[in-house]
């Protein structure tokens, strides 16, 4: 069985800067899928990024980046420009290109102004 | 909440009374999952459907079971409520997977405490 592992259950980063989630996870698989949540105090679960195992390339969203070493098995998220609005649960997840999502225990993030 | 609601999104109940907790969508996906969310163990799940009475179990099916018999509705049921079952429970849809990654959809939650 995979499992997920978000070994960082706070974080806390000065607004404007730059702060990494980290996420490891155990596979025997060579095809799937990497994702992080974000679940905001209004508890809905929302999409931030995604990363297919099989490219090498580093999945970006705007302010949003991860670190995908497939070898490692790690896959880390980085927050660059963090704003208040970023203060949130963030979750990361597996998928092997089945039907379930497999999820992390998930790191609260926090933002000072 | 991209067409999926959860119904009710607050409940109270007492140990040993049956539970059910709707999810209802308008996205005609065919891939319906009920998780459930505790602290420090994210989200875990329980069962889920891939299509109209075709349903698995997922990870802490125990005690739980489910139904579809319509696309866009998906029920999960506490036959006689514990109290480890008090929990957030999240509906999630997904379509049918063609490039391999099933990224979900969620509902906004709903909330059981069982006493």
Partial sequence: ????????????????????????????????YLFWYKQPPSRQMILVIRQEAYKQQNATENRFSVNFQKAAKSFSLKISDSQLGDAAMYFCAYNNAGNMLTFGGGTRLMVKP | DAGITQSPRHKVTETGTPVTLRCHQTENHRYMYWYRQDPGHGLRLIHYSYGVKDTDKGEVSDGYSVSRSKTEDFLLTLESATSSQTSVYFCAISDVITSGANVLTFGAGSRLTVL
Avoid at chain 1, 7 to 18: F, G, H, L, N, R
Avoid at chain 1, 26 to 32: G, L, V
Wanted: contains cysteine; proline residues 3%.
């Fill in chain 1, 1 to 32: 069985a995979q499992t997920v592992t978000q070994s960082q259950p706070e974080m806390s980063v000065q607004e404007a800067e730059t702060v990494t989630l980290s996420c490891t996870y155990d596979t025997s698989e060579s095809d799937y």
